[in-house]
């Protein structure tokens, strides 16, 4: 991927624009996929449903990381604080449950959960549900049995059999868009009209954020001990850097300002993993450290030289005042759902009793 981050995102060449004479026509046929089903799921040719609770999706348009599971994390804590009780679906990306929809818990297995669920899960603790499911339509409906009355979907943007009330795009600051074009010509999943349509932009990350968007900064913590041993890392340390997300550069460059020399780095593969041999080889000859969703990934891995660094979303409370007010204006298109599912399971019951 790093050859087409460099077409993608870095400025024009002579070699990327050769590269792109290949890509384009397979960029149309993209789109016209993309058109195609979002049309179907307008017209009613293909389904989409919701339970009787607001569906808040927190999506992209690009591909990558962009800072979409941090913000789902402040999102659900905020909503928590507010008297709700939020739960999150996730498609549950990498992991491989035994049966789903399947309950994240604080010990669930990152094999079964995947990392981001299980990451999300951890922070946002045992009072906050987070299920995954592939059909994330099927896991919301079990999530609202359960008692849930908002939901979060983490990455749910084109996931349209997933019905919403509430859109909010993540996009970096630095990178935002690209250079506009449809993957693979470009790191776009749906055309930048798609901004037209949504409730919130969100941008992560410094730089000017216009009117009407809302400002996201990853504070990050302190590096703390994989093992949880006392210890800090002092600034100006040289440290090696591992970080499986879709931004590698952007943790690089967090480590750097806090005062850490990046020396070297693990290279990762967005949710990927590493031996483990690997990381105590590289933390024999400088401080190892990873991001926090890489540390679920590692139960039970000890290490004297290896640190985890963790960031929180911070945003403008007027993100959440937005947020809220469009969870409560949501009320009556809930309604519709809830008769519809009503009458559904009348004609269910009618059906079977007679």
Known sequence: MS???SIWYEKK???GSLAMIPLMPLSWIYATVACTRRVMYAKGVLKSSAPAVPV??????????????????????????????????????????P???????MDSKVEESGDEPLLIKRSVGKDIMVAVDPDRARGAFMLAEKGADVIVTDDGLQHYSLDRDVEIVVA?????FGNGHLFPAGPLREGLWRLTTI????????????????????????PKKFDGAAGVLKEGTEVCAMAGIGNPKRFEDTLSACGYVVKDRINVPDHGRVEEAEISSKAKDLPVVMTAKDAVKYSGFENENVYVMNVEAQLNHFFFETVVDKIVSSHNKVTIRADKLNK???????????
């Open 56 to 97: 808040v999706v927190v999506g992209g348009i690009t591909l990558g990381g962009s800072g979409k599971t941090p913000l789902c994390i402040a999102l659900l804590k905020e909503l928590k604080k507010r008297g709700y009780n939020p739960a999150l679906i996730s498609r549950g990306y990498k992991g491989s449950a």
């Open 172 to 176: 970096e600051t630095g990178r935002m």
């Open 199 to 222: 409730d919130a932009l969100v941008c992560n990350g410094d730089g000017v954020v216009k009117t009407g968007d809302y400002a996201m900064h990853l504070i990050p913590s302190e």
């Open 3 to 5: 050859f087409l981050n």
């Open 99 to 105: 049966s789903y929809p399947m309950m994240v818990e």
């Open 13 to 15: 060449s002579l070699l």
């Open 344 to 354: 559904k399971i009348d004609a269910t019951e009618s059906v079977h009793s007679s």
